[in-house]
């Protein structure tokens, strides 16, 4: 049981490029999300998904994009990545019962 | 939406001394309480939570946390801390959907 995995750890874009974060869970949980992590500023949902196929924006959609074609998986997208975007970004997900999401080691962006 | 403050930005506090970390919410409602710890270079943890009852939450590692209603407040105490304690502190607010709102973290450096 991995619980919730991410890939890549690490990447470095230019300004413009795109990329795919992908994250998946093991857990069979309904719920996943993802979230940037910037200092001083907490985590900040970017989109989430309450269940296959369903996708909603959180806090701080734009420049991102997601898809939940399998309920183990949620990807996050960059179209046209800019260095505002230069983050950690993590998954999570929740299973709908303890109401703790579980989170993944997370995926640091740079975008110069 | 609701909003999560957390008082302190960076605590730095020598072995053995007491920790206290505040956290006041602004939600009216019902709400569900997690302390996540986010030790360098990991993912975030659990420490504990508090959905309902006792309004003192004992947690992993000697940590707990004391829910005042009445002061929307969620404190997160040690009463002995440890180099290894030292770690990013996020408060978390639930309102009773699939979301958290994360409070902007408080790093806490324990001296050896």
């Known amino acids: 049981n991995a619980g919730v995995t991410q890939t890549p750890k690490f990447r470095v874009l230019k300004t413009g490029q795109s990329m795919t974060l992908l994250c998946a869970q093991d857990?069979?949980?309904?719920?996943m999300y993802w979230y940037r992590q910037d200092p001083g500023m907490g985590l900040r949902l970017i989109h989430y998904?309450?269940?296959?196929?369903?996708?909603a924006k959180g806090e701080v959609p734009d420049g991102y994009n997601v898809s939940r074609l399998k309920k183990q998986n949620f990807l996050l997208g960059l179209e046209s990545a800019a260095p505002s975007q230069t983050s950690v970004y993590f998954c999570?997900?929740?299973?709908?019962?303890?109401?703790?999401?579980?989170f993944g080691p997370g995926t640091r962006l740079t975008v110069t | 939406a609701q909003s999560v403050s957390q008082h302190n930005h960076h605590v730095i506090l020598s072995e053995a001394a007491s920790l206290e970390l505040g956290c006041n919410y602004s939600?009216?409602?019902?709400?569900?309480l997690f302390w996540y710890v986010q030790y360098p270079g990991q993912h975030l943890q659990l420490l504990l939570k508090?959905?309902?009852?006792?309004?003192l939450v004992k947690g992993i590692k000697g940590f707990e946390a004391e829910f005042i209603k009445s002061k929307f407040s969620f404190n997160l105490r040690k009463p002995s801390v440890q180099w290894s304690d030292t770690a990013e502190y996020f408060c978390?607010?639930?309102?009773?959907?699939?979301?958290?709102?994360f409070g902007a973290g408080t790093t806490v450096t324990v001296r050896a």
């Open positions: 978390a607010v639930n309102a009773n959907d699939y979301k958290l709102s």
């Open positions: 999570a997900s929740w299973g709908g019962t303890s109401l703790e999401q579980y």
């Open positions: 998904s309450v269940g296959e196929g369903t996708t």
């Open positions: 939600y009216g409602g019902t709400v569900n």
């Open positions: 857990m069979n949980h309904e719920y």
């Open positions: 508090y959905f309902s009852g006792d309004p």
